[in-house]
Nanobody, 126 residues
Framework: QVQLAESGGGLVPAGGSLRLSCAAS????????MGWFRQAPGKEREFLAG????????NYADSVKGRFTISRDNAKNTVYLQMNSLRAEDTAVYYC???????????????????WGQGTQVTVSS
């Protein structure tokens, strides 16, 4: 059972930046594709960014492309989400997700992931 713990959320003014971290308990972290999602009140959980197990491939939702960057450090069992130019509509609970894969794929849908963190709140004030 992989345990994921997000951190780095908080309150930030519009136009500001935050970096979220997600630490995994799994020592074979490098075999897992990772992703970031978010869920705003009354809305579905939406995909933001995904990264392959080695970090060589990434994918982004159109809503965050050019503003958010996903990265990972397999030596630290951690995946990151750098968020720049934040907007009020980015306010949500942010989740990281993981799935063990046999190929270096990038996963982009909620159903593809097996493990989820508890989430961290990001609030952007306008």
């Amino acid at each position: 059972q992989v345990q994921l713990a997000e951190s780095g959320g908080g309150l930030v003014p519009a136009g500001g930046s935050l970096r979220l971290s997600c630490a995994a308990s799994e020592p074979t972290f490098s075999f897992y594709a990772m992703g970031w999602f978010r869920q705003a009140p009354g809305k579905e959980r939406e995909f933001l960014a995904g990264i392959s197990r080695g970090g060589g491939s990434t994918n982004y939702a159109d809503s965050v492309k050019g503003r958010f960057t996903i990265s990972r450090d397999n030596a630290k069992n951690t995946v990151y989400l750098q968020m720049n130019s934040l907007r009020a509509e980015d306010t949500a609970v942010y989740y990281c997700a993981a799935k063990r894969v046999v190929v270096p794929a990038v996963l982009s849908t909620r159903a593809q992931y097996d493990y989820w963190g508890q989430g961290t709140q990001v609030t952007v004030s306008s």
